[in-house]
């Protein structure tokens, strides 16, 4: 289909560059270092840690996979995350969310060295990316939109934006992220959410529309306007029991009715997903660089 954006093929052109950049740092001695820190089993989770532990390998980067048990204490968690802060090796920790209940996100999160939250975080990176300060980390799903918008030649400037969820982990920063006063950001944004009233007709209103609001096929034909760029970055899980796991992954978007009105649209999976990875890997290349100032 013309109008597919391909996040797998843009990612590809990501990791081009990280390669040079990963040799040139190496040629200074210096390998980048990522650990992913799992508590638990949730299946979405520990997929999403397999894929990080994977490509960082891949890329030739110095990985620690950490998969701790569900009955981890806060304490416990809070000593691994203090001994990889202080580990020269590592330039970029990430814990996966969600971590089951008995642990507090937000002290594990305040608890990470700022220089090596590659997730982007700590209220000191989310401050950063207020203030539009570059030397903060901008979260992964956000800055893998905005490439994949970037790369696909769509006009952020000027363009009306509307979020649709208002999450830490994508809708406030993918709001952020493109209002800023910076090459691709200008654009003017509008968050809906669950409670927004006349939904339909701020989606309507749309240039480009970005959905996270977590629910399978909520956006509808109705939602959208004739020639608007889709971004799905849902991955919800569909029963499905012709497919051998017993579900399928969705996005957000109803993709079959939307997409033959969108100008551009991403598919899932296959869209931000790889996308969210490639931009992981760039941010710890960024620590890297940042923490040895090479
Ligand atoms: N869970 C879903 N997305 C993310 C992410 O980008 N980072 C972390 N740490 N957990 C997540």
Redesign the pocket.
Same mark, same amino acid.
């Given at each position: 289909m013309g109008n597919l954006i391909d996040g797998r093929s843009i990612a590809e052109k990501v990791y081009v560059d990280l390669r040079r950049e990963i040799a040139d740092l190496k040629s200074k001695g210096v390998t980048p270092g990522l650990a992913?820190v799992l508590v638990g089993d949730n299946p979405? $989770?520990r997929t999403?840690v397999r894929s990080k532990d994977k490509m960082s390998r891949e890329l030739g980067l110095h990985s620690v996979k950490l998969e701790l048990p569900a009955s981890t204490t806060q304490s416990e968690l809070l000593a691994r995350v203090e001994e990889l802060n202080c580990d020269p090796k590592v330039h970029g920790i !990430?814990?996966? $969310?969600?971590p089951p209940k008995q642990i507090d996100e937000g002290a594990i999160v305040r608890a990470l060295d700022p220089r090596k939250d590659v997730?982007g975080?700590h209220p000191l990176n989310v401050a950063k990316l207020a203030m539009g300060d570059p030397t903060g980390f901008v979260?992964? /799903?956000p800055l893998g939109v905005q490439r994949l918008l970037i790369e696909s030649k769509i006009d952020i400037a000027g363009a009306h934006v509307v979020v649709l969820g208002r999450s830490m982990?994508?809708g406030k920063p993918v709001a952020l992220l493109l209002m800023q006063k910076a090459k691709g950001g200008d654009a003017t944004v509008t968050v809906a959410h669950s409670r927004s009233k006349n939904l339909e007709e701020i989606t309507r209103s749309a240039d480009i529309l970005i959905a996270a609001i977590g629910r399978a096929h909520f956006v509808k034909a109705d939602h959208v306007r004739d020639g608007a760029v889709i971004i799905d970055v849902g991955i919800n899980r569909m029963d499905d029991k012709t497919n051998e796991r017993g579900y399928r992954l969705v996005g957000d978007v109803a993709f079959d009715e939307v997409a033959p009105k969108a100008k551009a649209i991403t598919p899932v999976p296959g869209g931000v997903g790889p996308m /969210?990875i490639a931009m !992981?890997m760039s941010n710890t290349v960024k620590a890297a660089r940042m923490f040895s100032s090479a």
């Open positions: 992913v979405a $989770s999403y !990430l814990v996966q $969310s969600p997730d975080f979260p992964c /799903t982990i994508v /969210t !992981l």
